[in-house]
C-alpha cells in the first residue's frame, strides 16, 4: 500500500466551478498535511499547510484534515483558469515527508 | 538571483555522455534536496544535503551522483543514463531545523532531462 494516494486526474473543470481534490494516506504518524501548486514548467510552490484536523481557509482556498479517516481534501471556490496547475499533497512526519503523485487540474473559461 | 535557480532547463544526451546538473539557492538555507518528478507518479526523493550531512534513497543507481560543495551550491552528476531516467530534476532547499514546523521546501523549476 501507498503511502499517500492521490488521483493524478486529470480534471477539467468549468470557471466558477468548485473544485475538489483529495488524498489518502497510511500512516497514522504523519502530523502535517500541506498542499502543493505547481504551474507549467515551474517547480512546486507551498499553498497551504495544516496541522490538525478541521478546516483552514485562506482565500478561495480550503484545507481539510480528517485524521480519523486519513483523508485531507483541497477545496477551491470560484475556480478561474489561473488556478489550472497541478497540486500535490505532501504528508510530513517526524522524520519523513510523502508526496501524492499530483493532479493536474485544468479550469476552462 | 532570488529562490533556488536551477541550470541547464533543458538536457538532452545520449546514454554513453557525463553531465551535470547545477542548483543555487539564495535563501540562506542549509538543507538541500535533489527529486526526480516522473509523469503520473510521485515526487521521488533522491538526495538531501542537510546540516552536511549526506542522506540518499538507496534505491537510486550509482549512475547518479551528487556533490554538495557548499550550503548554496548542489550538483547532480549523470553518467551512463537509461531512457527511463528522463524526467523533471528538481532541486530544492529548506531550514533544518523546520520554521513553523511545515519544513517547508523551495523548489526551483527543475531540469527537463531526455535521454536517448
Known amino acids: 500500500q501507498k503511502e499517500v494516494e492521490q488521483d493524478p486526474g486529470p480534471l477539467s473543470v468549468p470557471e466558477g466551478a468548485i473544485v475538489s481534490l483529495n488524498c489518502t494516506y497510511s500512516n497514522s504518524a504523519f502530523q502535517y498535511f500541506m498542499w502543493y501548486r505547481q504551474y507549467s514548467r515551474k517547480g512546486p510552490e507551498l499553498l497551504m499547510y495544516t496541522y490538525s484536523s478541521g478546516n483552514k481557509e485562506d482565500g478561495r482556498f480550503t484545507a481539510q484534515v480528517d485524521k480519523s479517516s486519513k483523508y485531507i481534501s483541497l477545496f477551491i471556490r470560484d475556480s478561474q483558469p489561473s488556478d489550472s496547475a497541478t497540486y500535490l499533497c505532501?504528508?510530513?512526519?517526524?522524520?519523513?515527508?510523502?508526496f501524492g503523485q499530483g493532479t493536474r487540474l485544468t479550469i476552462n473559461p | 538571483e532570488t529562490g533556488v535557480t536551477q541550470t541547464p532547463r533543458h538536457l538532452v544526451m545520449g546514454m554513453t555522455n557525463k553531465k551535470s546538473l547545477k542548483c543555487e539557492q539564495h535563501l540562506g538555507h542549509n538543507a538541500m534536496y535533489w527529486y526526480k518528478q516522473s509523469a503520473k507518479k510521485p515526487l521521488e526523493l533522491m538526495f538531501v544535503?542537510?546540516?552536511?550531512?549526506?542522506?540518499e534513497n538507496n534505491s537510486v543507481p550509482s549512475r547518479f551522483s551528487p556533490e554538495c560543495p557548499n550550503s548554496s551550491h548542489l550538483f547532480l552528476h549523470l553518467h551512463t543514463l537509461q531512457p527511463e531516467d528522463s524526467a523533471l530534476y528538481l532541486c530544492?532547499?529548506?531550514?533544518?531545523?523546520?520554521?513553523?514546523?511545515?519544513?517547508?521546501?523551495?523548489f526551483g523549476e527543475g531540469s527537463r532531462l531526455t535521454v536517448l
Open positions: 530544492a532547499s529548506s531550514q533544518v531545523p523546520p520554521v513553523a514546523n511545515t519544513g517547508e521546501l523551495f
Open positions: 505532501a504528508i510530513r512526519g517526524a522524520q519523513k515527508l510523502v
Open positions: 544535503y542537510s546540516l552536511e550531512e549526506r542522506v
